[in-house]
């Protein structure tokens, strides 16, 4: 996924000379040959990403379009002031990276751990917030983002994640992309959980309850409309993702059912919000919250029986 | 270099700002007219003298531009700027009243002239570095100033954006420091210190001058030709004095908060009087 995204923003500081790269001294074996390439467009700035917000932001007001990048907690909670005030009041066109988002830092702890960002980012008027799932999402959403000349927070893993698209996506922004329909329930997933999610559908089908899944690249904006009107075709509903059960994708759903009174039967999976204090690799931590196939496909399948 | 009758004619229009001041921050019941007071010479030395800005046309990529850090003494700031022709002097009755854009911090939000949204301490000076980087990119002859309080210099951000500049070379930025040796809860050296200040910039490879914030023919002296250097960025510590000009306002903290009312405000229309 990063490395479709650092292809991605290399060709887009080939084809316009306004794009600026700056990293707080993130991406080591990563940022190499684009550094090579821009030397006076790449800028590492060093471990401040507060100044380096506030820099993205003055070169944004002096016409170029930048592009800053840092592990998830330091790119928005050290400098979330930063973000809110210069580049998200200001409107500015600076693009906030986030890597090794949810729990790709596994070892290190919560220090490293970014399961808070879209709840932040989503707080903050005119932000986009994008949800790569895959490296053709984060693709899609590196040249959605550039051809935005507002606020837009992309949230990137690592390199070498899972691919589950098959071609590059072309979609409008806030909207869903089908991945298998499904007549019982609709599992809606952004983010590094995709794969989570076909796995949770087959596991569903051994029990023949018939999933859709649909990836959503963004968080915000949503289709409202169209959400809604999947979401009454099964009248079963879940989220997927690896942040805060507060704040994310699954708030979101929430907001949007609950204002318009559908009715529909809702449950979401994320990270239950308490902090996670042990270390171990992503699937034993994401194990440890209650996000795996079988934990949901067995939860999900509690929940319909409930709801028949 | 400043002649004499040109000294006569700054020190004239100092003295009516702090009075077109004194009236937009009495009118609103508004505050900060120490801090605008402690930088009014600096800014209209500034504005006449040093920045190659068009009121005509004030979003010209070319021009020099002008962040004011310290942006809860935007009346000031206001004040210079309708003086210039930047807007109506008109706009100045609105500050700070119901439903206005004049807003009592530095706000992007239409007003001409304003260059940057900062009154949250520590913004301004990595806002103009960024600023800075970028006319070296687009290789455009841009010179940027940022105002900075002393107070700020408490902030990391800060710190972090005075290692950058220095490490980019950036001397097409030069930073005022208005220096008036007073923070929000009272005195630096007794709350963070600051000193030794000037050694601190030149630590940080930044080419230091110092002045007296007030004197047009030493402010002159220092910057009339900038860089300080090529190659580095340029920084200069002006020595102020909070509310300066008029006597019940200088050195006294309390002119951060309050609206000057009563005796106050009939001694301070007394001293500025024409």
């Known amino acids: ?308 | 270099m400043l002649r004499k009758d040109n000294v006569t004619a700054l020190e004239r229009q100092a003295k009516a700002l702090r009075r077109t001041v004194l009236a937009m921050i009495t009118g609103s019941n508004a505050s900060h007219i120490g801090s605008s007071y402690s930088m009014i010479e600096l800014l209209i030395y500034l504005y006449d003298k040093t920045l190659r800005v068009d009121p005509k046309n004030p979003l010209d990529p070319a021009r020099d531009r002008f962040v004011l850090s310290k942006g809860w003494a935007v009346s000031c700031l206001y004040a210079v700027l309708a003086e210039k022709g930047f807007f109506e002097k008109s706009l100045l009755q609105e500050y700070c009243k119901d439903g206005s854009k004049m807003l009592g911090g530095s706000t992007i939000n239409g007003i001409p002239g304003i260059e940057a949204t900062t009154t949250s301490m520590g913004h301004g000076l990595p806002l103009g570095v960024g600023m800075a980087i970028s006319a070296k990119i687009q290789k455009i002859d841009s010179r940027v100033v940022v105002m900075i309080s002393d107070g700020e210099i408490n902030e990391g951000s800060t710190w972090e954006a005075i290692m950058l500049a220095a490490h980019h070379r950036l001397d097409n930025l030069l930073v005022i420091v208005d220096y008036n040796k007073w923070q929000s809860f009272g005195r630096p050296k007794d709350i963070l210190n600051l000193e030794p200040l000037r050694e601190k910039w030149e630590a940080f490879n930044w080419e230091v001058r110092e002045c007296d914030g007030h004197d047009f023919l030493d402010i002159d002296r220092n910057i009339n030709k900038l860089p300080f250097i090529i190659g580095k960025p340029s920084v200069l510590i002006a020595h102020t004095v909070k509310g300066k000009g008029v006597s019940v306002f200088e050195n006294r903290n309390e002119w951060h908060y309050k609206t000057p009312k009563g005796k106050d405000k009939i001694i301070a229309e007394k001293e500025l009087a024409k």
């Open chain 1, 1 to 308: 996924m990063r490395t479709a995204f650092v292809k991605g923003l290399t060709k887009l500081m080939q084809d316009d000379d306004k794009v600026i790269t700056i990293t707080a001294d993130m991406g080591f074996s990563v940022f190499e040959e684009m550094q090579s390439q821009f030397p006076s467009r790449f800028i590492n700035t060093g471990v401040t990403e507060q100044a380096s917000v506030s820099t993205a932001a003055g070169m944004a007001l002096s016409g170029h379009k930048v592009f800053f990048y840092a592990q998830a907690p330091f790119a928005t909670m050290r400098c979330f002031e930063q973000i809110r005030l210069d580049v998200a009041y200001g409107n500015l066109d600076v693009k906030i990276i986030g890597s090794a988002t949810g729990f790709f830092a596994n070892q290190l702890g919560v220090s490293h751990f970014a399961t808070e960002d879209i709840g932040l980012m989503r707080l903050l008027p005119g932000m986009t917030v994008f949800t790569p799932g895959d490296a053709y999402e984060a693709d899609w959403a590196t040249r959605k983002a550039y051809e935005l000349s507002t606020p837009c927070y992309i949230r990137l893993t690592k390199a070498g994640s899972p691919v589950v698209h098959n071609k590059p996506i072309d979609i409008e922004l806030g909207k869903f992309i089908p991945l298998r329909s499904g007549k019982d329930a609709s599992l809606f997933v952004s983010g590094s959980l995709l794969p989570m999610a076909i796995d949770i559908r087959d596991a569903l089908a051994k029990h023949n309850v018939s999933l859709g899944v649909y990836s959503l690249p963004t968080v915000k904006p949503l289709a409202k409309e169209e959400i809604l009107l999947q979401a009454k075709l099964t009248g079963n509903v879940f989220t997927l993702e690896d942040h805060n059960i507060v704040g994310g994708l699954g708030s979101s759903f929430a907001e949007i059912f609950a204002e318009d009174r559908t009715g529909v039967n809702f449950y979401r999976f994320g990270i239950p919000d308490k902090f996670t204090n042990i270390t171990g690799s992503v699937p034993f931590l994401l194990a440890h919250n209650g996000l795996s196939s079988e934990i949901i496909s067995q939860k999900i399948l509690r929940l319909l029986a409930i709801n028949h």
